[in-house]
Nanobody
Framework: QVQFVESGGGLVQPGGSLRLSCAAS????????MGWYRQAPGKQRELVAS???????NYADSVKGRFTISRDNAKKTMYLQMNSLKPEDTAHYYC??????????WGQGTQVTVSS
């Protein structure tokens, strides 16, 4: 069964940085596209960034220029470097396949809180 495990969240002041990690199991990681998603209280889950199996990246307008998505296929791990964090980035962050997230594979996610 495919599982994704997110880590690296925390409390950070505005303007600060965090690096999230996503570990994948039981999946041919190197041939699937992946994405970072986030969900803030009272809002729908949204796609933040995606990366194809070839390393082509795409970002939501709200994070473009501040976030960087990357992957290490040998380690079956994906990363999200988040710089210049804003209070509106506060959310629970998840990783999953993109496109077509696997409903049964959502992990616990990791909480990112940006506050002074």
């Amino acid at each position: 069964q495919v599982q994704f495990v997110e880590s690296g969240g925390g409390l950070v002041q505005p303007g600060g940085s965090l690096r999230l990690s996503c570990a994948a199991s039981e999946i041919i990681f190197s041939i699937v596209g992946m994405g970072w998603y986030r969900q803030a209280p009272g809002k729908q889950r949204e796609l933040v960034a995606s990366i194809t199996n070839f390393g082509i990246t795409n970002y939501a307008d709200s994070v473009k220029g501040r976030f960087t998505i990357s992957r290490d296929n040998a380690k079956k791990t994906m990363y999200l470097q988040m710089n210049s964090l804003k209070p509106e980035d506060t959310a629970h962050y998840y990783c999953n396949r993109f496109p077509g997230p696997m409903e049964g594979a959502w992990g616990q996610g990791t909480q990112v809180t940006v506050s002074s």
